[in-house]
């Protein structure tokens, strides 16, 4: 009898499944939307106005559920109107963990007395900054920096953009924007501190840079050639191009995530970073990237 019950054992252990190596953890993870963009105004499709607090609360609660390090919306927050602001931030308000946002054209579809205040109720710290987390550097950029829209009429600002564009950007749509010159080195003393110091950099933007389409940066092909001679620029994170899209170049991803206002469904996503490779998983209309790091 024992000796029967200790073949059992054995033939039971010999039938044993192969313990399966542990997926892979990553190393921190983030949340990203795109143009939740409110208004209090009827639905234009595909503008689906009416839907974007419900969307926002459901995409907090969810990304509540998760361990982030912070959540970064990627630009039109609102879609016009200064009281707007008020009717979303108390469902953003509602995260358990950082936001981060980035300054999109549609922030400023407001009057111009409240144009130089955008930055301070959003919680900015200014209208472009960086901060480091887990090896990584994060930069946050402003693409209205030169626009016809962010500034107030007759300022210094204004004039200065609207020159450039006039001279240097006059085939591009007004309703898209470009970084200036002093953003530009600013960027680029960014990009050398990470190659100096050995972290990976994702730049967030409201506008993409590639590929090709209208919804661009003015001056996009500056912007790049900036990137692709630092070798810690990994990602370009955007939105602004409703339709999301994505392209890789000298080694460099960019993602343009879709927007969270125009789907009956949602949009948006986590980012889990990894050593070799950032993993974007979509919800709703987002779908899945895997993100090869160069």
Known sequence: MRLGMMLAALIGLSAAPAPQPEEAKPQ???????????????DAPPRLYHTTPDKLAA?????????????????????????????????????????HFVLGNHEFAIDDAHKPQVPAKLGMPARYYSFAQQGWLFIVTDGNDLSSYAWPEGSPEHQRSMEAHAALYADKPLWDGGIGDAQMRWIDAQLAEADRKGLKAMIFSHFPLWPENPHNLWNAPAVMALLERHPSAKIWLDGHNHEGNYGVRAGIHYVNLKAMLDTPETSYARLDFFADKVVVHGTGRQQDLTLPLR
Not at 33 to 39: G, L, R, V
């Open 28 to 42: 921190f993870s983030i949340g990203a939307i795109a143009d939740a963009q409110y208004a209090a105004e009827p």
């Open 59 to 99: 995409a907090v609660a969810d990304f509540n559920r998760q361990k982030l390090a912070f959540v970064v919306h990627l630009g039109d927050f609102i879609d016009k109107d200064w009281p707007s602001y008020d009717a979303l931030l108390p469902v953003a308000r509602k995260l358990k963990h950082p936001w």
